[in-house]
């Protein structure tokens, strides 16, 4: 089985230019969560989706994160203009329910670098 | 404000020791545990979980224990293994909230 798919890997831009990660999460799972990790830091959820609806996006920076899961299966984080502090790695997962006891599977992540 | 916390940010051990791995929480309302694994360059991987109703979870080498008055848990890894050198994330859920917290990780290297 397939696990959580992410590209690009890694993504090197200058600052005020936008940038698009893809992710593609495992067949079956209804929940889809994007993490950003800053360097020596833990994952910090940034949206959560059940199927195609964002039920959690309170830590999105808004103004100039996006985020879309047309048909609730694959998802896109957008980010226009980046800014030097976006420089993180950006983490997809997914899992088939949103309780605990529902593991989340991650992705390989995204690594951005703004310069 | 940083709800679940990991205070060491390393730790090295000889293979074949014990390794422990110690988290604090300070949100009571926390009712589910997980351990999370992440090698270089990859994403993070499960490992462990607990339950708040539970104060042991064992699986193989990894063992888990809660102390739900002391707001910690801490995960053992007898016996460590080189393998083993990753870093290790906690993290923390709660039924209603359903956003798991992760704490900023401990990096484990086990020496042969």
């Known amino acids: 089985e397939a696990g959580v798919v992410q590209s690009p890997r890694y993504k090197i831009i200058e600052k005020k230019q936008p940038v698009a990660f893809w992710c593609n999460p495992i067949?079956?799972?209804?929940?889809l969560y994007w993490y950003l990790q800053n360097l020596g830091q833990g994952p910090e959820l940034l949206i959560r989706?059940?199927?195609?609806?964002?039920?959690?996006d309170s830590q999105l920076p808004k103004d100039r994160f996006s985020a879309e899961r047309l048909k609730g299966v694959d998802s896109t984080l957008k980010i226009q203009p980046a800014e030097l502090g976006d420089s993180a790695v950006y983490l997809c997962a997914s899992s088939l329910g949103s309780s605990g006891a529902n593991v989340l599977t991650f992705g390989a992540g995204s690594r951005l670098t703004v310069l | 404000d940083q709800q679940v916390k990991q205070n060491s940010p390393s730790l090295s051990v000889q293979e074949g020791r014990i390794s422990i791995l110690n988290c604090d929480y300070t949100n009571s309302m926390f009712d589910y545990f997980l351990w999370y694994k992440k090698y270089p360059a990859e994403g993070p991987t499960f490992l462990i979980s607990?339950?708040?109703?539970?104060d042991k979870n064992e699986d193989g080498r990894f063992t888990v224990f809660l102390n739900k008055s002391a707001k910690h848990l801490s995960l053992h890894i007898v016996p460590s293994q080189p393998g083993d050198s990753a870093v290790y994330f906690c993290?923390?859920?709660?039924?209603?909230?359903?956003?798991?917290?992760f704490g900023k990780g401990t990096l484990l290297t086990v020496n042969p």
């Open positions: 993290a923390a859920i709660w039924g209603s909230n359903y956003k798991l917290t």
């Open positions: 607990i339950s708040s109703i539970k």
């Open positions: 067949s079956g799972h209804n929940t």
């Open positions: 989706y059940e199927n195609e609806e964002a039920v959690d």
